[in-house]
């Protein structure tokens, strides 16, 4: 089992910046794809970036040009930055990955517990 453990999150004014950070932690796994959603109160959960092991990477409309995900796969770790925060940006981001047991085919999927963002106006 992958177990992802997020940090960064906090209070912040609009216009201002954030990183998250997120590790990925366990023994003998592989993982593909890491990314970032969030959930705000009242909504579905949904996608803000993904990024794959090679680097290729997917942005929701709503934070292109704003945020950016990177990673370290020696450290499997997956971060976010968040420029120009906005209100509308507030809510509870939860780190995903998707991995397999090295030497196995089939894959997983882990979710981290989730760090609270708020922007103030």
């Known amino acids: 089992q992958v177990q992802l453990v997020e940090s960064g999150g906090g209070l912040v004014q609009a216009g201002g910046s954030l990183r998250l950070s997120c590790a990925a932690s366990?023994?003998?796994?592989?993982?593909?794809?890491m990314g970032w959603y969030r959930q705000a109160p009242g909504k579905q959960r949904e996608v803000v970036a993904t990024i794959s092991s090679a680097g290729n990477t997917y942005y929701a409309d709503s934070v292109k040009g704003r945020f950016t995900i990177d990673r370290d796969n020696a450290k499997n770790t997956v971060y976010l930055q968040m420029n120009d925060l906005k209100p509308e940006d507030t809510a509870v981001y939860y780190c995903n990955a998707g991995w397999r047991r090295v030497g196995t085919v089939r894959f997983y999927e882990s979710w981290g517990q989730g760090t609270q963002v708020t922007v103030s106006s």
């Open positions: 366990g023994s003998t796994f592989s993982i593909n794809v």
